[in-house]
């Protein structure tokens, strides 16, 4: 160890710390040479792979915005239709729900026509058979009222146009002693 530091301490030319001269100029060569080809050849490339990578960013990103917006714009179309769809449904319940009542209106309208019909049809099926019965009472009543007049009278009555006389008195006689009594009531 003494004998570095003698050299070191020993004043003369040489310097430990400091290269040679030709040391330096053929590394700075060497430096220029690798610079030259470092700027020429591989910078060119790595510029060229950093920019494709920029490039297929940039063009990612601009993708993935498309994409966003496009399927932005899917999804207003889809709530577009979606109330559309909603709004036509809705037209549609009250569009049933007007023809339910339209239908329930005409059904009941048919059912009281249907109704007045058989009401009207039962009441002249019954004012005709009051009428037939009152025909037949009167026929029937009229003979037994000649019956009964023969009995009384002791004479025959068989003549019928007396006949008709005798019961058409006999039957106004009691319809007007029906009405008499049904007014004094």
């Known amino acids: 160890m003494s004998t570095t530091i003698a050299l070191l301490a020993a004043p003369g030319d040489y310097n430990p710390l400091l290269p040679a001269t030709y040391d330096i100029t053929w590394s700075i060569v060497a430096l220029v040479v690798v610079g030259f080809?470092?700027?020429?050849?591989?910078?060119?490339?790595f510029q060229k792979v950093l920019a494709e990578r920029t490039e297929q960013i940039d063009g990612g990103i601009?993708?993935?915005e498309a994409a966003q917006a496009e399927a932005k714009a899917a999804l207003e179309q889809y709530h577009a239709q979606l109330a559309?769809?909603?709004s036509?449904?809705?037209q549609i319940r009250e569009d049933a729900r007007t023809q339910g009542q339209q239908i329930i209106a005409e059904m009941k309208a048919q059912a009281q026509e249907e109704s007045d019909r058989i009401v009207a049809a039962g009441h002249n099926q019954l004012v005709a058979q009051r009428q037939q019965i009152v025909t037949e009472l009167r026929a029937e009543l009229g003979?037994?009222?000649v019956d009964l007049a023969e009995k009384v009278i002791g004479e025959s009555l068989a003549d019928d146009v007396r006949r008709t006389q005798t019961v058409d008195r006999f039957l106004d006689e009691l319809d007007a002693v029906g009405a008499d009594s049904a007014a004094g009531k």
């Open 88 to 90: 036509v449904a809705a």
């Open 143 to 145: 003979k037994t009222a």
């Open 84 to 86: 559309e769809a909603r």
């Open 37 to 45: 080809v470092f700027w020429k050849f591989v910078l060119p490339m």
């Open 62 to 64: 601009k993708r993935a």
